[in-house]
C-alpha cells in the first residue's frame, strides 16, 4: 500500500474530505480528530494492519506521518 | 446466602463460567447448595473456577459457545454425564464497541453469534423433552446497555435488547412446560469487560463520567449481580417469568 493510499484510508476511517491530509498535516489542526475517530482508527488498524493501537501510541501521534509509520510497521 | 434462596441438589448449567459475572455466578450458585455444570472456551479457566466452587458433584465441559451447530452435541453431553436440568445461566458474552461506521456486517456477526444466537440455541436445545426437570429457570445476562442508548454501542445494546425481547416471546412458550426464563441487566460491573470498555474509552473520558454520574449507587460489585440471578433461579421467583430485571445502582431512573 502506498503512503497515498494509507492516507485516502486514513481520510476515509476520520471521515475527512478527500486530499485534505498530507504527511506533514498536525493532528491538532484536525477538527474531526475526536475520540471518536480514535476509536475508529484503532478499529481500522487493527482490521486492516493487525496492529493493537494502545493508549499511549495514540497519544504519541503528532503528525499524519506518524500514523503512516505505524501502517508501515504491519 | 440465607434460606430464601436454597438451590440444594438443583443442576445448573452456568455458559460463560470463567471469568466476570458468570464466574461470581458460578460461585454464588454453588454456595446455596447447587449442583453446577460449568461451560467456557478455556479448559484452565473453568478448572480455575471450579476450585473456588463449594460443595461437591460439579463438572465441567470445555466447548465453544460460539459454534453455534456444536451447541446440541455440548448439551446432549452435559444431560447424558450429570443428568437433566434444573436450571441454566447464560453469561457468555462479548463487548465491542465502535462507531457505525465500523461496524461491518461479520463484526456484528460475531457479536451476535455469542451475545445472541448461541443463547437463544442454547435455550432451545435445553427445552428439548427429557433434558430439564419440571420448574426449570432460565437466566440469561442481558446489560442496561439494552435499554440505554450510547456512541459505540449499538451492536453490544442491540445484541442485549434482543435478548430481552427472545425471553419475552419465550417466556410464553415455556410457560407449558413449567419452565420461567428471565433476563438480568447489569449496569456498570466490576469486572473485565468494563476494565477492557474504560481502557477503550478512557477513565476520564465524557462518556464515562456521563456512566457514572447515571449510575448513583456506585459500580455494581459481580457478587449482587450473581444474588440477583440465584433468586431468579429460586422458587422464590416462581411468579416471574419474561422479565429484564436492571441491577443497575439506578440508571434506569436517569
Known amino acids: 500500500m502506498t503512503n497515498q493510499e494509507k492516507i485516502a484510508l486514513l481520510e476515509e476511517t476520520l471521515e475527512i474530505d478527500e486530499g485534505t491530509l498530507t504527511e506533514d498535516t498536525l493532528l491538532e489542526d484536525v477538527d474531526e480528530y475526536d475520540s471518536m475517530a480514535k476509536l475508529s482508527l484503532i478499529v481500522m488498524m487493527d482490521d486492516e494492519f493487525a496492529v493493537k493501537l494502545t493508549g499511549d501510541m495514540i497519544k504519541g501521534f503528532q503528525t499524519v506521518g506518524d500514523i503512516l509509520a505505524v501502517m508501515e510497521k504491519a | ?254
Open chain 2, 1 to 254: 446466602m440465607n434460606t430464601l434462596i436454597d438451590l440444594t441438589g438443583k443442576h445448573i448449567l452456568v455458559i460463560g463460567a470463567s471469568s466476570g459475572i458468570g464466574k461470581q455466578t458460578a460461585i454464588t450458585l454453588s454456595s446455596a447448595g447447587a449442583k453446577l455444570t460449568l461451560v467456557a472456551r478455556t479448559e484452565a479457566n473453568l478448572i480455575a473456577t471450579l476450585h473456588e466452587l463449594e460443595g461437591k458433584g460439579h463438572a465441567y465441559c470445555a466447548a465453544d459457545i460460539s459454534e453455534l451447530s456444536g451447541i446440541e452435541e455440548t448439551v446432549k453431553q452435559i444431560i447424558h454425564k450429570n443428568g437433566s436440568l434444573d436450571g441454566m445461566v447464560y453469561a457468555a458474552g462479548i463487548s465491542m464497541s465502535m462507531p457505525l461506521q465500523m461496524f461491518k456486517p461479520e463484526k456484528l456477526q460475531s457479536l451476535f453469534d455469542v451475545n445472541f444466537f448461541a443463547f437463544v440455541e442454547s435455550v432451545r436445545q435445553i427445552t428439548k423433552k427429557g433434558r430439564y426437570n419440571p420448574g426449570m429457570r432460565i437466566v440469561g445476562i442481558s446489560s442496561i446497555a439494552s435499554l440505554k442508548g450510547d456512541k459505540t454501542h449499538l451492536g453490544y445494546s442491540a445484541s442485549k435488547a434482543a435478548m430481552d425481547a427472545a425471553v419475552r416471546c419465550i417466556a410464553k412458550e415455556v410457560a407449558g412446560k413449567d419452565i420461567c426464563i428471565n433476563t438480568v441487566a447489569p449496569g456498570m460491573t466490576a469486572t473485565g469487560m468494563l476494565s477492557r470498555f474504560t481502557d477503550n474509552i478512557g477513565s476520564n473520558s465524557e462518556s464515562m463520567k456521563e456512566l457514572k454520574s447515571r449510575q448513583y449507587l456506585g459500580v455494581i460489585q459481580p457478587e449482587a449481580v450473581a444474588k440477583t440471578i440465584a433468586f431468579l433461579l429460586s422458587p422464590a421467583a416462581e411468579y416471574i417469568t419474561g422479565i429484564t430485571l436492571p441491577v443497575d445502582g439506578g440508571m434506569t431512573t436517569c
